[in-house]
């Protein structure tokens, strides 16, 4: 059974960075992305990025282009979020899933992301 955990929320002043980690415990099959979602309260959840480890394919959510950054290391096991000038709005619960092609099919428990002003 494949399990995904994130770590690295907090509290950041608007405009500053942080960094988010998804660790994935299980099989990955190559044509499987893990992608970064947000959901803020009474806001349906969006689509930020995903990642392919196989095919090195990132996509971007138009909120978050030129300011976030996914990435993977050599394992592909574990997926980062890098997240920089952040804003207001960015606030909110994120969460890592994996699926076919991008497709979330399982998820992880979430972190959460405040950006103060």
């Known amino acids: 059974e494949v399990r995904l955990a994130e770590t690295g929320g907090g509290m950041v002043q608007v405009g500053g960075s942080l960094r988010l980690s998804c660790a994935v415990f299980?099989?990955?099959?190559?044509?499987?992305?893990i992608g970064w979602f947000r959901q803020a309260p009474g806001k349906e959840r969006e689509a930020v990025s995903c990642?392919?480890?196989?095919?090195?394919?990132?996509h971007y959510g138009d909120s978050v282009k030129g300011r976030f950054t996914t990435s993977s290391d050599n394992s592909g096991k574990t997926v980062y979020l890098q997240m920089n000038s952040l804003k207001p709005e960015d606030t909110a619960v994120y969460y890592c899933?994996?699926?076919?092609?991008?497709?979330?099919?399982?998820w992880g428990q979430g972190t959460q992301v405040t950006v103060s002003s």
């Open positions: 899933a994996l699926g076919s092609n991008c497709v979330p099919s399982r």
């Open positions: 299980g099989k990955i099959f190559d044509d499987e992305g």
């Open positions: 990642l392919i480890p196989s095919e090195r394919f990132t």
